[in-house]
């Protein structure tokens, strides 16, 4: 079982940022990936960034130089910088892992989510 606790969302104007974090806490083994989707109002969810237990980290292009992902393991806590803010970016972002709770046995977890909304 795993708690995805996630923060850092708010009402911003363009061109500002915010930093999004989300840390795993519960019983498991290690944490396998983690990643960070967003769905806009009649839109379907879409991957933004994503990182493996290896250190491979991907970006959806639309935010590919404006976005960073970054990791602490040690907390088994991520992070999403965004910067350069556009109003297309509004949306709730939720945070994603992929856990093994136990030898050969993995589980997907979804945060909350949490509302970014970028003002023209």
């Known amino acids: 079982q795993v708690q995805l606790v996630e923060s850092g969302g708010g009402l911003v104007q363009a061109g500002g940022s915010l930093r999004l974090s989300c840390a795993a806490s519960?019983?498991?083994?290690?944490?396998?990936?983690m990643g960070w989707y967003r769905q806009a109002p009649g839109k379907q969810r879409e991957l933004v960034a994503a990182?493996?237990?290896?250190?491979?980290?991907n970006y959806a292009d639309s935010v590919k130089g404006r976005f960073t992902f970054s990791s602490d393991n040690a907390k088994n806590t991520v992070y999403l910088q965004m910067n350069s803010l556009k109003p297309e970016d509004t949306a709730v972002y939720y945070c994603?892992?992929?856990?093994?709770?136990?030898?050969?046995?993995?589980?997907?977890?979804w945060g909350q989510g949490t509302q970014v909304t970028v003002s023209s």
């Open positions: 519960g019983s498991f083994f290690s944490i396998n990936a």
């Open positions: 990182i493996t237990s290896g250190g491979s980290t």
């Open positions: 994603y892992t992929r856990a093994r709770i136990r030898v050969g046995v993995y589980h997907d977890y």
